[in-house]
């Protein structure tokens, strides 16, 4: 009997374990995922033209806001779209 429960357990873990890969790897947004803005993270579109996340604030190094940018662009980040703008 405890054989077969760890078994499912097992295969249960296997299969989320390969789910979160390929959402990863897709680039698609994950339930509970989140950015912090100190640690430079974006969610990118799917032709990875876009990001999505954190930039410094244009006035203060140690402030950030919300923001769009063309990923692409070589060099500082060409903001799309920011609640500041």
């Not at 405890?2 to 097992?10: E, R, T």
């Not at 993270?41 to 876009?50: K, R």
């Not at 996340?53 to 779209?81: C, K």
Request: aromatic share 12%.
């Amino acid at each position: 009997m405890a054989l077969c429960f760890i078994s499912s357990v097992l295969a249960l873990l296997l299969l989320f374990v390969a789910e979160l890969h390929v959402c990863v790897v897709s680039g698609s947004v994950i339930l509970g995922s989140r950015l912090l803005a100190k640690e430079n993270q974006a969610w990118f579109s799917d032709n990875g033209t876009f990001a999505f996340g954190f930039t410094p604030a244009v006035d203060s190094n140690d402030q950030y806001q919300l923001a769009i940018w063309f990923a692409q662009i070589p060099g500082d980040r060409t903001l799309v779209w920011s609640p500041n703008m």
